[in-house]
């Protein structure tokens, strides 16, 4: 039995967060399409903290190049996400407006997330879209 990584697992800034249910890689992409989301249905009522950060170069070459002369141009960013990590933090706002907010975020995710509280100590399963 895999345990998971104690880092960037408990709550540290707002009431609710959104923690991934599967280790993978997010691109910055999807990173920033889940906060305008959260962002949007929060209409600047709430805090949003973005507790990962895309860190890691993907690179490539161009097409029918050949092979050698070094490594090809940074195409994007990702980051290594772990199963448990919070991924977004939020405060200020209603239990049904985080959970509203999270089925959203988890929409532009391939990773199934859930919303987890601090203060009721529960969690609530998203549907992976």
Known sequence: MQEWSRRGTPLAFGKYGIKSCEAGRISYQTIEAARRAISRKFRRSGQIWVRVFADIPITSKPTEVRMGKGKGN????????SEGQILFEMDGVTLSNAQQAAALAS????????????MLKQSTAQKKV
Do not use: A, E, K, V
């Open 74 to 81: 940074p195409t994007g960013w990702i980051t290594r996400i």
């Open 107 to 118: 929409q532009n995710s391939i990773y199934l997330l859930n919303l987890c509280s601090g």
